[in-house]
């Protein structure tokens, strides 16, 4: 698949790679494109960079990986991301990273689809710490879980099978609105990560029997 991740930071960068060694062509995008074209140039791996407004053409799925506050001012420069799938990978924190900024009622996956209303959002990846994608997506020798979230059945399949292609392992968790339950475990994560000594070298997953 052809995927183009708004963003040039630390997620942006490792599911760069981890999607590229599934096969997949990848594009990163940033308001400064030579920005965009030097950590393409530096991961290697064929990977392109480009500006906001022109590397989502082409793209089967964005990846949103930028903070949620600039989630608005991007989808704009990015012409508003209408018919594609958007993975929206957030984590709507407090700057101090000790509370979430929007919940039970809404989330910022249901709040993103309404910034971009003909994008088929999907909320994934948000409980996945950057260092464990450096560590090819795997904790403790086990692939991570991505907990995976739409509206739209076909956009969430699609999202699953390149998370799978990328070596994780994936759960489907219902409608966007389950990302008011998934945002708060990305929460709970980074306080096990950074309040509670854990490091983030952790990722939560869901047992069952079989
Ligand atoms: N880090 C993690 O372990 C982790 C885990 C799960 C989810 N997340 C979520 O993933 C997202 C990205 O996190 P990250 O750790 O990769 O952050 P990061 O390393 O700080 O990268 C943030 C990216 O967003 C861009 N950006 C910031 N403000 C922008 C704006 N107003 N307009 C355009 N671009 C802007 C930055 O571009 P510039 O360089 O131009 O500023 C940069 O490319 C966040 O929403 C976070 O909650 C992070």
Not at 114 to 128: E, G, I, S, W, Y
Not at 140 to 165: H, I, M, Y
């Amino acid at each position: 698949m052809n995927i183009s991740i708004l963003g040039t930071g630390n997620m942006a960068s490792g599911l760069a790679v981890l999607f590229t060694k599934g096969g997949h062509q990848v594009t990163l995008a940033s308001r400064d494109a030579s920005e965009a074209r030097s950590v393409a140039t530096n991961l290697g791996n064929d990977i392109q960079g480009g500006p906001l407004d022109t590397a989502v053409d082409s793209a089967e799925i964005v990846v949103l990986a930028v903070p949620f506050g600039a989630a608005a001012d991007v989808i704009k420069a990015a012409g508003g991301l209408a018919g594609k799938i958007v993975i929206d990978i957030t984590n709507p924190m407090t700057a101090d990273f000790s509370a979430l900024t929007v919940g039970h009622t809404t989330s910022a996956a249901e709040e993103i689809q309404k910034l971009a209303p003909q994008a088929r959002v999907v909320k994934a990846f948000n409980t996945v710490f950057a260092s464990v994608l450096q560590n090819g997506g795997q904790v403790a020798g086990q692939p991570a879980t991505v907990f995976v979230a739409s509206d739209d059945a076909e956009a969430r399949s699609q999202v699953v099978a390149l998370a799978e292609s990328a070596g994780f392992k994936t759960l489907e968790t219902g409608g966007l609105a389950a990302a008011r339950y998934l945002e708060p475990v990305g929460g709970l994560n980074i306080a096990l990560a950074y309040g509670l000594g854990h490091g983030t070298d952790i990722a939560p997953t869901w047992q069952r029997a079989a």
